[in-house]
C-alpha cells in the first residue's frame, strides 16, 4: 500500500504541471495537423467565437485551418491567424512521440481545472463547463529523434470567461544556449521572446513551475483600445532604426536577469543589449537556427 502512494506520488512528481496525458492521437506526421476537431462548446478567444480547432505538430493550436509552419519566422504572422502557440518550432512525431486531444464536458479532469483557475483567478467563481487538453508527449526536434519535448496547451471555458493554461514537462532543449521560441499566445498583438526555453519549465505567473494560466475571453483586439497617454521623447526618423541606448531609471528584472538599459526598435520590440538592427524577428530566428 505504500508502494501504492509511493508510486502514485513519483508519478505526480514526474507529470509535474501537466495534467494527464491521452485521448486521441493525431496521425503520425512531420508538419502536420489534425483534422479538424469539433469543440462540444464554442470557445470565446479575444471576443471570437470558435467551434473548431486544429492541434498544428509544430506546437501550436489553430482555429479557421490547420497550418504547418514550422518556426515562428511569419512575425509579425498575418494580423488574421489566431494562435495558441505553447512552443513553436521544428517537432517531428512521424517516428516517435504522439500527439494528443481530448475535451471534456464533465468529470474529474475538468473539476481540477476548474479549482486551479479559481486559485489563479479567485474573484470569478469560475465553474467549465468545457476544456480541451492538448498534449505533446515526448516529440522529438525534427532529424534529432533523441530529443524529446512534453508540454500541453489546456483551452478551459464556460459562457462568460475562457482561460489558456500552458503547462510543460521537459523540453529538448536543442538550443537553449540561444534560443529563439515566441511564447505566442495572444494571436498576432503581442509576441514576447523567451531568451532561454528553461524558463518555460521553470518559470510560471501563477506560482508553479511550468504552469502559464491566461484569461482570453472578451479582451481588446482593438489596438487603440488600452493605450496609456501617447507621448514622451521622439525617436529619429529612420527606416529599421532604433533609439540610442535609454538608462532605465530602475534596473528591470526580465525572467532573471537584470537590465540597466533598453533600446526601442522601430520594428515593434524592445531589446536589452547592443544596437541591432534587424527587420523583424525573422532575421532573429534564422540567427539562431
Ligand atoms: C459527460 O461528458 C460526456 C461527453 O464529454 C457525455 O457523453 C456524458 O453524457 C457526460 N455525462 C454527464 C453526467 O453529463
Ligand atoms: C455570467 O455572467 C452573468 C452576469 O455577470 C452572471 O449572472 C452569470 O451567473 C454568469 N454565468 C456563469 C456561468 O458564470
Ligand atoms: C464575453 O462575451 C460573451 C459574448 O458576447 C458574453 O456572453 C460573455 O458574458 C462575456 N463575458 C464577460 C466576462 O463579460
Ligand atoms: C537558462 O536559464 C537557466 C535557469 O535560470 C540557467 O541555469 C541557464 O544557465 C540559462 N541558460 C542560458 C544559456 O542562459
Ligand atoms: C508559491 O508556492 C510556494 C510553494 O507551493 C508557497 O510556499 C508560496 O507561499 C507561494 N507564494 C505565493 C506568493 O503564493
Ligand atoms: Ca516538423
Request: proline content about 4%.
Amino acid at each position: 500500500c505504500s508502494c501504492f502512494l509511493q508510486s502514485l506520488l513519483s508519478l505526480l512528481y514526474f507529470l509535474g504541471p501537466l495534467y494527464p496525458i491521452g485521448g486521441t492521437t493525431s496521425a503520425p506526421e512531420d508538419d502536420g495537423s489534425t483534422t479538424g476537431i469539433s469543440l462540444l462548446r464554442t470557445f470565446n478567444y479575444f471576443g471570437k467565437s470558435y467551434s473548431q480547432i486544429y492541434v498544428n505538430h509544430n506546437g501550436h493550436l489553430t482555429f479557421d485551418a490547420p497550418w504547418r509552419s514550422y518556426s515562428p519566422e511569419q512575425f509579425p504572422i498575418d494580423q488574421g491567424r489566431d494562435i495558441i502557440a505553447p512552443y513553436w518550432t521544428d517537432l517531428d512525431n512521424s517516428k516517435s512521440g504522439n500527439i494528443y486531444y481530448v475535451q471534456y464536458t464533465n468529470g474529474s479532469i475538468l473539476q481540477q481545472v476548474t479549482e486551479d483557475i479559481n486559485l489563479y483567478f479567485p474573484e470569478l467563481n469560475f465553474h467549465a463547463n468545457w476544456i480541451f487538453i492538448a498534449t505533446w508527449h515526448k516529440v522529438p526536434y525534427f532529424s534529432m529523434t533523441e530529443t524529446q519535448s512534453t508540454f500541453q496547451a489546456v483551452l478551459a471555458s464556460n459562457k462568460n470567461y475562457s482561460f489558456v493554461i500552458l503547462n510543460y514537462g521537459s523540453l529538448a532543449g536543442y538550443d537553449t544556449a540561444y534560443s529563439c521560441y515566441h511564447f505566442t499566445i495572444f494571436g498576432s498583438h503581442s509576441h514576447k521572446t523567451i531568451p532561454n526555453i528553461t524558463v518555460l519549465s521553470l518559470g510560471s505567473n501563477i506560482n508553479l513551475s511550468g504552469r502559464w494560466a491566461f484569461r482570453v475571453d472578451n479582451g481588446s483586439r482593438d489596438c487603440n483600445g488600452p493605450l496609456y497617454p501617447i507621448g514622451g521623447t521622439t525617436s529619429s526618423r529612420e527606416d529599421d532604426g532604433s533609439s540610442t541606448r535609454i538608462s532605465l531609471l530602475k534596473t528591470f528584472n526580465y525572467f532573471g536577469k537584470s537590465y540597466s538599459q533598453i533600446y526601442v526598435r522601430s520594428h515593434y520590440f524592445l531589446d536589452f543589449k547592443s544596437l541591432f538592427l534587424s527587420k523583424d524577428i525573422q532575421t532573429f530566428n534564422k540567427k539562431c537556427q
